[in-house]
Structure formats: structure tokens, C-alpha cells
């Protein structure tokens, strides 16, 4: 059964989901705090997590940091904030998706879902790589089965959106990815949110692959079209 850990701190939002959610046939377990939620999530683990932004001791960001240093379990940030920055914070320390509230049950289940079929293919996608198999691009050598990227000889961590992202587009090196194409393979058709996720991802990936984001060499846009990555020395 899919387990999903739950950590918002308002009881108003916390019950009703736990009943949804079990109702759903999830198996869900609640924390009201980011210690508490840090200790069940250790202690049993999770196949997706609902993390609020806005929690009592340690807040959500610095639990979602934490979470990404021992796992790669997605997370979908709810939250009533709705500013932008809010959003791209959110994401650029490794959170999957985001709601904003007040929210409907629907909209989030529809999300719930969508991020557990993707993280499911990709695992199953992985599981079926040859861990010999190793994709290059100039001073970028990524090897799949391993789940591991080398950046100019050093190694470099890529959570699991940021290294699918990658991976597409060092499997389609040289070749124009239209930010459908991107959003579709990475987050799923039935994806609801905007493009702004694929930008910031984008941006995270970059951060780590180029030595100046600002004028990046691999991955380029194509204004009105999409990205590519591409050998800066051809």
C-alpha cells in the first residue's frame, strides 16, 4: 500500500486529509511539527510526502532539505503563501510540485497521483537500465543505472527531477526539447501546474552543470521553442 506522510501543522487541513486520503486507500500517517515529521519519515519512511511551508520548529523548507539529504521520495509543498518566490524557493531545494491553499481535494489528489505514476515509471525505467550504460555530453557524463552525474570530474548530486530532466536531454543531445515535451516526460500528462516548474528545474540544473549559469554553454534556450543541451566545443 502507498504511504503518505503528511506534516501541516493547522488540524483544519491535516484531518480532513487523512480521512480523504485513507478513504482513497492510501496508507497515511500525520505530524503536526517538522521534528515529528523528520521522526516518522526516518523511522518508516514514505512514498510521497505532503510537507506545509509554514510549520512550528523546523519550517518546511528546512525539513524538505533534509528529507532530500537521505531521500529522493517526492514531495509536493502546500502552502498558503502564493508569491512567486515562495514558489521557485519551494522548488529549488527540491520539492516535486506545489498547492497552494486553500486548495480543492480533487486538484491535489489529481497531483498526488500524477507524481506517483512518474516517480513509478522512472523507477521502473531505472531498474531496467544496464548500469554500464552512460550518457555524455562535453565534460558531463551521466550514468543511469548508478544514478550518478560527473561534472568536469567531480561528482555532483542530482535529485530525481533535476537528473530525469538531465537525462532527457542528454538523450535528445543537439536536438530543440519544446517545454511541453519537457513538462510531459518529466511530470506526466496529466501535469496541472505551469511552466515556471520546468524554469526553475532548468535553472537548478544549470547551477550545476555550467560554469556560469548566466551564460550557459550546454544547456541553451531557444526563445519561443524550448531547451537543448548541446557540446559547447562543436
Request: charge should be negative.
Amino acid at each position: 500500500m502507498t504511504r503518505i506522510l503528511i506534516v501541516e501543522d493547522e488540524e483544519s487541513y491535516r484531518e480532513p486529509l487523512v480521512y480523504q486520503l485513507t478513504r482513497e486507500g492510501y496508507d497515511v500517517e500525520a505530524a503536526e511539527t517538522g521534528e515529528e515529521g523528520l521522526e516518522l519519515f526516518t523511522r518508516g519512511g514514505a512514498d510521497l510526502v505532503l510537507l506545509d511551508l509554514m510549520l512550528p520548529g523546523i519550517d518546511g523548507i528546512a525539513l524538505c532539505r533534509r528529507i532530500r539529504e537521505q531521500s529522493r521520495v517526492p514531495i509536493i509543498m502546500l502552502t498558503a503563501k502564493s508569491a512567486e518566490i515562495d514558489k521557485v524557493v519551494g522548488l529549488e531545494i527540491g520539492a516535486d510540485d506545489y498547492v497552494t491553499k486553500p486548495y480543492s481535494f480533487r486538484e491535489l489528489l489529481a497531483r498526488i497521483r500524477a507524481v506517483l505514476r512518474r516517480n513509478q515509471s522512472v523507477e521502473q525505467a531505472s531498474g531496467a537500465q544496464d548500469d554500464d550504460v552512460a550518457l555524455v555530453c562535453g565534460d558531463i557524463t551521466m550514468h543511469v543505472g548508478e544514478h550518478q552525474v560527473t561534472v568536469r570530474g567531480q561528482d555532483v548530486f542530482f535529485p530525481l527531477k533535476e537528473f530525469e530532466l538531465l537525462e532527457y536531454l542528454m538523450q535528445n543531445k543537439g536536438r530543440v526539447m519544446t517545454r511541453h515535451q519537457l513538462i510531459d516526460r518529466i511530470w506526466g500528462s496529466n501535469y496541472v501546474g505551469d511552466t515556471k516548474t520546468l524554469d526553475v528545474h532548468v535553472k537548478r540544473v544549470r547551477s550545476k552543470i555550467e560554469t556560469d549559469p548566466s551564460h550557459p554553454q550546454y544547456l541553451t534556450t531557444v526563445r519561443g521553442l524550448g531547451y537543448k543541451i548541446d557540446d559547447p566545443a562543436k
